[in-house]
């Protein structure tokens, strides 16, 4: 079937907003009752007659902030799909079909025809995403569909096409130009394909299932150990907003810290002599004195990310610290402060500076807690003190090394306090070469799997 330019019947359109606010928050989006009301009157006031519109009301009162948005579209075309008007073309899933189809493509492309390329990713998944017949089986694949059509092998064509069209540029005028403008609408193209291929499974499967594990979340729901390459950047763009409102909410805290808490002995004395009426608290208050911090990470294998975020996190928030410094490892261990200083002009190439400039492998590549921490507690025990507060970062596998708990107990009783995270979901600590428990025994070990965790713990764990 061909896609229109309006919305499905919006059929029990409550139930879709309740529904499309659910996915949300599962997501991690902060909506509340009020924001939902706020939805519910948009739509009643622009109709379902446009689509754009309804897309455009909805983001307007539900999202509060643009690195939302790529989430918000997904779970909208669930439950806002494109109406399907008029018959689509079948396909005998052959080689002539495809190269038809291809053919279709390629004209929509150059014609930048939007209402083609939503009848052609829907005419593809149909003749070309399906699989299995089962009860398990969800039936449409993007993935299938798009390794069989490949659509980014169109750009020459597209280009070529362009070039003949009356009053094209000269062939050498701004052609980088042009291929990136087809290369976006090839992307689109593609992300019509994956939007289609949800639509058809939340028809089986239901949209609220669908909503909740088929839509990838914003950058700072995803697993540090399965962020890609794109998504990491992403995460590092985050780093300065991130770094303002936690650095707000620990002034916050140290304000109220500074007014210090009630000193009981003084505050009876004073009474006394007023019969405990009024009782006039004497408060105990603290000297203005901001804590030092030490990061002691594992910059090895998947851990990685995590650490480089972490670190590039804590360089923002330097200026909430007397002094902070940062300790990178694998197998040895070596102080890497000035190069994130140095890094925060490009954080995407942290972590190939890292270790290319510091001294992190001995005789092997592999990640030996024992021995870092060891060496550490050896070599850099100045670095801690009563007023010191360490962040491990790592996921406590040791490659079935030593995991060396005697230079943990040290360094947990030099400074002020040790707090571990771990990107590992807690019920893999302990499996195969974890030794996790035997850590978290002598230190606090937390999960921290995301951005968004990471944010809530330091925010919480930083001390003030």
């Not at 109406?83 to 080689?95: I, K, M, Q, R, V």
């Not at 019969?275 to 998947?302: A, I, M, Q």
């Not at 995407?348 to 001294?359: C, F, V």
Request: glycine share 10%.
């Amino acid at each position: 079937m061909s896609h229109g330019d309006t919305p499905a019947a919006p059929a029990a359109p409550a139930g879709r907003l309740t529904g499309l606010v659910g996915a949300l928050r599962a997501h991690g989006f902060r909506i509340g009752t009020g924001e939902t009301v706020d939805a519910g009157l948009a739509l009643e006031a622009v109709g379902f007659t446009d689509r754009a519109r309804v897309r455009e009301a909805l983001a307007a009162t539900l999202l509060h902030g643009e690195g939302q948005r790529p989430v918000f579209d997904q779970v909208f075309d669930l439950y806002f799909p494109l109406g399907h008007t008029g018959a689509a073309e079948t396909y005998e899933n052959t080689p002539a079909d495809l190269a038809a189809l291809r053919e279709r493509l390629a004209e929509a492309l150059t014609a930048g025809d939007g209402a083609a390329l939503d009848r052609l990713a829907a005419e593809a998944v149909g003749g070309f995403g399906g699989y299995g017949s089962g009860p398990e089986s969800d039936g449409w694949s993007s993935y299938q569909t798009l390794s069989r059509l490949r659509p980014e092998t169109l750009l020459a064509r597209v280009r070529e096409r362009l070039r003949a069209a009356p009053g094209a540029a000269e062939p050498d005028f701004a052609e980088r130009l042009l291929d990136d403008e087809i290369r976006r609408l090839i992307e689109a193209f593609r992300e019509r394909v994956r939007t289609e291929a949800r639509r058809r499974v939340a028809e089986r499967r239901g949209r609220d299932p669908v909503a909740r594990r088929a839509v990838a979340g914003t950058a700072d729901s995803v697993d540090f150990l399965l962020a890609g390459r794109a998504q990491l950047d992403e995460l590092r763009r985050t780093v300065r907003p991130l770094a303002r409102k936690l650095a707000t909410r620990l002034a916050a805290r140290r304000r109220r810290a500074a007014r210090g808490e009630i000193d009981l002995r003084r505050t009876l004395r004073r009474s006394l002599a007023t019969g405990g009426v009024p009782v006039r608290p004497v408060l105990r208050r603290r000297p203005p004195r901001r804590p030092e911090l030490v990061l002691l990470c594992d910059v090895s294998g998947s851990v990685a990310g995590f650490a480089q975020f972490t670190m590039l996190l804590v360089q923002a928030l330097h200026d909430q610290f007397s002094r902070v410094r940062v300790f990178a490892f694998v197998n040895r261990v070596d102080e890497v402060t000035g190069l994130i200083a140095r890094g925060s002009a490009d954080p995407a190439g942290l972590g190939d500076r890292i270790l290319a400039e510091a001294e992190l492998t001995g005789w092997h590549g592999q990640s030996d807690y024992g021995t870092a921490l060891g060496e550490f507690a050896d070599r850099y025990a100045e670095a801690l003190g009563p007023r010191t507060v360490v962040f491990v970062l790592g996921d406590a596998r040791t490659n079935g090394s030593d995991p060396n708990l005697a230079a943990l107990r040290r360094i947990a009783d030099r400074a002020r306090r040790v707090h571990w995270l771990n990107p590992e979901q807690p019920s893999l600590w302990g499996t195969g070469d974890s030794v996790a428990p035997a850590y978290a025994g002598l230190v606090e070990m937390r999960p921290c799997r995301n951005a968004r965790q990471l944010g809530a713990l330091i925010g919480r764990l930083l001390p003030v």
